[in-house]
């Protein structure tokens, strides 16, 4: 039975969460104040610790601090009332496993708590097997996939959690720019695979003409301008994981090829009588609806169900909003390395220019925006005066845009129905869209009938 250390100063909130707890077979402590915490980790030990981010006695971000530097495996998830993102973006930065918004479902408290404790538990490896020589090889590319605190970002990671111990075929499916290579080097780290290779492909750049000896190899002599012989794709994945990006740029002919080597899992090189076996886990991404390419028959049904035994949605950045300054200064971090700089943040102005634009590129375009504004500034801050032209031409129309989208004024229950599709189905991240209180929305959805 896993033990919980609940700090809440709003005595009637805290004393209805406890019994929840408990009534899910949870060992719960609970303490009203910082002080009594305090005792209570000196006390008895806590597999986690959930708190309240305004205390009388003290900072949340502060107790988990202290906590976190006595108790560093403990996981962290911090509550609150306000839904400020930059709070947010401070506590994961400072150690916290996760944050969850009042008011939030029973069902979300839960998923949160089981995610942190399952976290938890995998970061406990023994200090030997922590020394490991391969660790900074594989370093720079496991930091590279960020945690977000969004609703679809939150979906997104169990999914790869799910998926990546098996060797299932995966499609990722998303906008250009959402980060589909990064969710598949994550899926490789994170599986029995992640000691060999992970060879990634850019099937819209392989000329139809050459792809049977990308793919597979070929011998010396085999084709004109065959000067020497050349491993494939497929061979240099043995063992490992090919990811195949814009696998709907593949020529017919190149489909059945793939197809004929991901059924046998045989490969034979462009000029030889040998086959070779391969031992390969496929991973395909797409920013196109491939099944409409298979009723156009430009996509062979057989292959897309090959690649196809478990989907992902890589979701664009308006549909992950709450994750924009996470990402900005995990970029902004990532950018005062690579070009020696020390710009500490973003200024108000630039966070709400940011929050008002589309992000057409999504991440990649997030990247580069903030990048060249890290070269551009020579302040401590980066200001609005080093951001693209661009930004200001859509600011007006997109704060028109944002008044109205979730306005309950007019059209309340499409706007009701729209807000829960962003959020997917999420009550209490609906309310907030809607800024509204989620009773109030419960009683809108009776009157409305909504399910």
Request: net charge negative.
């Amino acid at each position: 039975m896993s033990k919980i250390l609940l700090i809440e100063d709003d005595i009637s909130f805290c004393k209805l969460l406890e019994k929840f707890l408990i009534k899910k077979a949870y060992d719960v402590t609970v303490a009203f104040s910082a002080e009594e915490a305090r005792l209570a980790m000196k006390k008895e030990s806590f597999d986690l610790i959930l708190t309240d981010l305004r205390l009388p006695d003290s900072d949340g971000i502060g107790l988990m601090s202290e906590f976190k530097t006595s108790n560093p495996e403990i996981p962290v998830i911090l509550m609150t009332g306000y839904s400020d993102v930059n709070t947010a973006v401070k506590a994961i930065k400072n150690g916290a496993a996760d944050y969850i918004s009042k008011p939030f479902n029973p069902d979300e408290v839960l998923l949160v708590i089981t995610n942190a404790l399952k976290n938890s538990e995998a970061d406990e490896i023994p200090a030997k097997e922590k020394k490991v020589p391969k660790k900074k090889e594989n370093n720079s590319s496991e930091n590279e996939f960020v945690r977000g605190i969004s609703v679809a970002s939150k979906k997104l990671l169990d999914h790869i959690h799910l998926v990546s111990p098996t060797d299932m075929s995966v499609l990722i499916i998303g906008e250009s720019g959402t980060g589909k290579e990064i969710i598949a080097k994550s899926i490789h780290q994170q599986s029995t695979r992640k000691n060999n290779n992970f060879i990634a492909v850019d099937c819209g750049a392989i000329p139809k003409e050459l792809a049977a000896s990308e793919f597979f190899g070929h011998l010396k002599g085999s084709f004109t301008g065959a000067i020497s012989d050349k491993m494939g794709y497929f061979e240099a994945a043995n063992g490992g994981t090919l990811f195949l990006d814009e696998i709907g740029n593949l020529s017919y002919e190149n489909q059945i090829q793939l197809l004929r080597a991901l059924q046998e899992r045989k490969i034979k090189p462009v000029g030889s009588n040998k086959e070779i076996n391969v031992d390969i886990r496929i991973i395909t991404a797409t920013n196109e609806d491939l099944r409409e390419a298979v009723k156009n028959g430009d996509f062979r049904e057989d292959l897309y169900h090959r690649i196809n035994e478990f989907s992902i949605l890589s979701p664009s950045l308006k549909e992950r909003e709450e994750d924009l300054m996470v990402f900005a200064d995990y970029f902004l971090e990532k950018a005062n390395q690579q070009l020696n700089k020390e710009i500490i943040g973003f200024s108000p102005e630039v966070v709400a220019i940011f929050q008002k634009y589309n992000w057409p590129g999504n991440l990649r375009e997030l990247q580069n925006c903030v990048k060249r504004a890290t070269l551009l500034s020579r302040g401590n801050f980066i200001e609005s005066d080093v951001l693209p032209a661009e930004f200001f031409q859509v600011q007006k129309t997109n704060q028109q845009n944002s008044n109205e989208t979730f306005s309950l004024s007019e059209n309340e229950k499409e706007t009701i129905i729209h807000a829960l599709s962003r959020t997917q189905n999420n009550k209490s991240e609906a309310a907030k869209l809607l800024k509204i209180t989620r009773k109030t929305l419960y009683n809108k959805l009776k009157q409305y009938n909504i399910d």
